[in-house]
């Protein structure tokens, strides 16, 4: 089977972390998997089995073009478009895909879109939160409905994905849903959005993991399982 995990998440969320103690997780348990790199930025401490950064490196196109860091990892993208090819890997259980810091260059760019349309098989994302920076409600409407947008962007189903639980665990929906009740027009607007992300981005039910420690990643297998095949278990 050809399962495509789309690792997406702003920066520092733990996309990486969860790519290199996901992949353990899976090959302990059987699977063949692999990892594959796509931030052009920084070279991954797993073992990638393609490695976007043999194609470009964001450190060299600032030197070649003589642009600045952020100019520099779009036009990183831009010349990744040609070498989508090489990237899109099928003939595994699981490819897990680690994409760059900045979610936006994956999800605004062409290159995303492409790779995404190349691959074989199953393809799902998997957004990433960093639960530790999730104080308030506003923060976690504004974090969650990032979601969404991968879905609608990609045209993929994504799972919404709390990691960092080993430092903050974030509330549930309706906790923030009550808290915010007595808040007047903040309040409604927060239920409209609120409303949203439950038919939307949490159309699958959210996971909490840890990527250091693996807590929760029996529980993502199975929210995979649920989203992959909906008929069945993938053992
Ligand atoms: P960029 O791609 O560089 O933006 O980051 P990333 O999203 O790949 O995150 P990365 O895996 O590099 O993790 C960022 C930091 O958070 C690192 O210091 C990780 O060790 C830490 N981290 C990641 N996941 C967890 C977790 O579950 N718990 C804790 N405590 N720290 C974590």
Known sequence: MDLNVIVLGPAGSGKSLLTENFL????????SSVAVNLDTASPPRYEAFRDIRDYVKTEEVMDRFQLGINGALLKSMEIAGSY???LAVSGYDFVLYDTPGQLELFLFSDFGIELIERLEGFTAGLFIVDSSRIKDAARFSAMVSQSATISLMLEIPSLTVFNKVDLHVPQSIEKYRSDLENEGVL???FECLLRFIEVTSMVYRPVLISARNGYGFDDLFSALNELFCACGDLS
């Open 187 to 189: 309040g409604e607007f």
């Open 24 to 31: 353990v997780y899976l090959r302990d348990r059987g699977y």
């Open 84 to 86: 989508v090819d090489r």
